[in-house]
């Protein structure tokens, strides 16, 4: 499985940005997936996954009621919906694939390039 993350860039503190992960071979469409971000110095942080079918999400408390996770299996994307960003959003994201849904980084097999998300303040 290939993915490939996009949708990054430099936006205001408040303002809005939509991740998106296109994820392309076999049996892409039946993993669960994952976005992570790391930011400068600090270990990859868990930011929200959902199961392969949709039915179940996850959010890290530092972004829920904020940042949503969906993803349409007809189109192999899975997006990142992040809104009222804050400067402490700065980090490279990632997208990643695995067998189910988690918090660990280390569950998941197949990751993407990351890309940058930088808030203003």
């Known amino acids: 499985v290939q993915l490939q993350a996009s949708g990054g860039g430099l936006v205001q503190a408040g303002g809005s940005l939509r991740l998106s992960c296109a994820a392309s071979?076999?049996?892409?469409?039946?993993?669960?997936m994952g976005w992570f971000r790391q930011a400068p110095g600090k270990e990859r942080e868990f930011v929200a996954a959902?199961?392969?079918?949709?039915?179940?999400?996850y959010h890290s408390d530092s972004v829920k009621g904020r940042f949503t996770i969906s993803r349409d299996n007809a189109k192999n994307t899975v997006y990142l919906q992040m809104n009222s960003l804050k400067p402490e959003d700065t980090a490279v994201y990632y997208c990643?694939?695995?067998?189910?849904?988690?918090?660990?980084?280390?569950?998941?097999?197949?990751w993407g390039q990351g890309t940058q998300v930088t808030v203003s303040s």
């Open positions: 959902m199961s392969w079918r949709g039915y179940n999400t």
């Open positions: 990643a694939a695995g067998i189910a849904p988690s918090t660990m980084a280390t569950s998941y097999h197949y």
């Open positions: 071979g076999r049996t892409s469409n039946s993993y669960a």
